[in-house]
């Protein structure tokens, strides 16, 4: 039996832009998914996820062609809530050349799903490197990043950036610009997030602002406007300077909020942030609901969270540097 935990992460900067080559700066927070695989005597997978929202239940099945899940949800929710984890141990499969290797895989999360704070990125890295491990293969985090990415274009049928899961995978704060993923270095950042309880749908996100693009050239330059602006945020984070990078998530919000991805209660929940004082606030990841992420070293953005409606939660996050590790 092997257990591997995985961060989620926030977007400073580029989320939806870095679908297009633009660049993006997320960084990893102190939340994690842990996944733990042990090796069955057949090539069944058995998945137990008590944190899915479809109320908590146990699958089991064989593999893509027959499941049949023992749960009374509609086989179209489960097959695209179990996307992830099937994307995953296929590639564990592919990695450790074992096409046979069933698991009992069970999942645990301190991660909202489908609220930006990338809990897919970080199931699917944790669990690449759980089902490896447990075949007594150990994967270089590059390589566990990169499958990782895999799975998730595979699942978002080809419309996923590398940024969430190379994030995942490394820890730390990351660029990411097509290929090209690298660590950066980041000072101590505030955050505070606000989750409004709801989630999006990152498919259906991103599809939306893909088609924007194409109908309007002013769209393809709004999201070439947010890889301006990742640059400038960049050169903030290399200085520190905590009201720049929170003018800058201001406007990355406003220009996210005109590609339409995001939401009554995510734009509530910005503005709470803004007038309790942070630096800056905007949503976090694919949008449609979920979370915000703000830059408050001060409690004020904590405590006006809580008096706004339709905010579930605020709490606090750290950066978190470490990224996969076996527990
Ligand atoms: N705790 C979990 N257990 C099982 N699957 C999970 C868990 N957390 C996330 N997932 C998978 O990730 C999906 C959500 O990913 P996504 O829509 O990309 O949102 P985000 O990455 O922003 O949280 C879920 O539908 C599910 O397939
Ligand atoms: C919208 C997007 O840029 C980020 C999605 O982040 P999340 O899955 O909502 O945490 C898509 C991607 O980069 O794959
Ligand atoms: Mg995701």
């Known amino acids: ?76 929710l489960v097959r695209a809530a179990m996307g992830y984890v099937d994307a995953a141990v296929s590639q564990a499969r592919e990695a450790t050349d074992a096409p046979e290797a069933g698991f009992d895989i069970t999942i645990e999360s301190e991660i909202p799903l489908g609220a930006g704070l990338g809990s897919s990125a970080a199931v699917v890295v ?49 660029r990411v610009e097509g290929e090209d993923c690298r660590a950066i270095e980041a000072p101590d950042l505030p955050f505070v997030i606000g989750f409004d309880g709801g989630a999006g749908d990152t498919g259906e996100l991103v599809a939306g602002v893909r088609e924007l693009r194409e109908r309007y050239p002013f769209a393809a330059s709004t999201v070439e406007t947010i890889g301006d602006l990742v640059r400038q945020g960049e050169r903030a984070l290399a200085e520190g300077d905590l009201e720049e990078l929170g003018t800058l998530m201001d406007f990355n919000h406003g220009l996210l909020s005109s590609l339409g991805v995001s939401s009554r209660s995510l734009d509530r929940m910005v503005w709470a942030a803004r007038d309790a004082g942070a630096h800056g606030a905007k949503l976090t990841g694919a949008g449609g609901g979920g979370c915000i992420v703000a830059l408050d070293p001060t409690d004020g953005t904590e405590s006006a969270l809580g008096f706004t409606p339709g905010c579930e939660e605020g709490f606090r996050a750290e950066l978190d540097d470490e990224g996969v590790r076996v527990e």
């Open 1 to 76: 039996m092997t257990t591997a935990s995985a961060p989620g992460k926030v977007y400073l900067f580029g989320e939806h832009a870095v679908v297009y080559g633009e660049p993006a700066v997320p960084s990893a927070i102190s939340r994690r998914a842990r996944v733990t695989a042990e090796r069955r005597a057949d090539s069944r997978l058995r998945v137990h996820a008590e944190d899915l929202s479809l109320d908590g239940f146990t699958v089991e099945y064989s593999g893509e062609t027959d499941s049949t899940p023992d749960v009374d949800v509609s086989p179209g």
């Open 126 to 174: 944790a669990g690449i490197e759980a089902a490896t491990r447990e075949l007594g293969v150990e994967l270089g985090t590059e390589e566990i990043a990169d499958r990782a990415y895999r799975a998730e274009h595979e699942v978002q049928e080809g419309q996923a950036s590398r940024a969430d899961t190379f994030c995942s995978a490394t820890g730390g704060a990351v």
